[in-house]
């Protein structure tokens, strides 16, 4: 594969969402985005204060509205005291074409209980979800026993599409390491564990985390973009880089990108992060 042709359509950027203070640490990032009926571009985004305890940092999904997927309105927002949950991760935001309505997911320590994914109740728009509705809808099992030593103790940052035999989600699951997870489900709120283990592992040079980032339905099947860190680099944590991976079926998939990472930060300075990033189809393109 040639990265070097694919990293040239990622040169060009504008920033379409801007922290609440020019300060370290306070972050606007972590996308979902969808398209409607009209053609109406919708994000949901996690802003981050830099100012509570790392995982409790998240205080609003925010909502946000754009004709052209360019320049974003901000809409409605949901913050963390109303739900109420001690800090937000990434959401996931869907349209159903069947129905016109929309769904949004959200994940974060629900009930002071472990990482979980929760749904909000449905809405005809973005702009009238309810904080006070959400409700955990994936979460780990309580370890017993006899658990084996790597089990998941709590699930993060979903991405979720609708494929012919349902919807699916990939999310970070934690156990001892992030790992790419998959489940499927028919109604939204009921959803079971695709394969018995992880559905993208951990090699090359995504040793340390390997995560989900989205996936993109293709003429032929799905590309996965994943993201992931090595244990030698600089704060292997959060210096996150991503990476494709190829499937047909949506669980089997082959990494293409397994010697280096597809895409990393033009930032100078130790940190290669580039991640979160959602890709999806506007037309022809």
Known sequence: MDLSRLRERFV???????????????????????????????????????DSPRGRRGYEIRLLRSDDGERFEPVHGIRREDVPIPGFERPALLFDPVTGRFSLYACGPYDDGPWCVLRFDDA??????????????????????????????????????????????????????????????????????????????????HTFYTRPACVLPLGAGYLLVYEGSH???????????????????LRHFIDLTPDEPLLVSTTPGHYLTWRYSHWMWAGGA
Not at 20 to 34: I, L, N
Not at 232 to 249: C, E, F, K, Q, R
């Open 12 to 50: 060009e950027y504008r920033t379409v969402v801007e922290p609440d203070r020019d300060t370290a640490e306070w972050w606007a990032g972590a996308p979902s985005v969808c398209r409607d009926d009209a053609g109406t571009f919708w994000m949901a985004c996690r802003m981050r204060e830099g």
């Open 231 to 249: 244990p030698t680099w600089y704060d292997p944590v959060y210096n996150i880089a991503t990476g494709l991976a190829w499937s047909a079926d």
């Open 124 to 205: 005809a728009s973005p702009t009238e979800f309810v904080a006070s509705t959400a409700q955990p809808v994936i979460a780990p099992e309580a370890p017993t026993a006899n658990s084996r030593f790597n089990v998941v103790v709590g699930y993060k940052d979903p991405f979720i599409l609708r494929g012919p035999d349902g919807l699916h989600c990939f999310a970070i699951g934690y156990d001892r390491a992030e790992r790419t997870y998959h489940f499927r489900s028919l109604d939204g709120s009921s959803w079971e564990q695709v394969g018995g283990g992880p559905a993208l592992d951990l090699g090359g040079w």
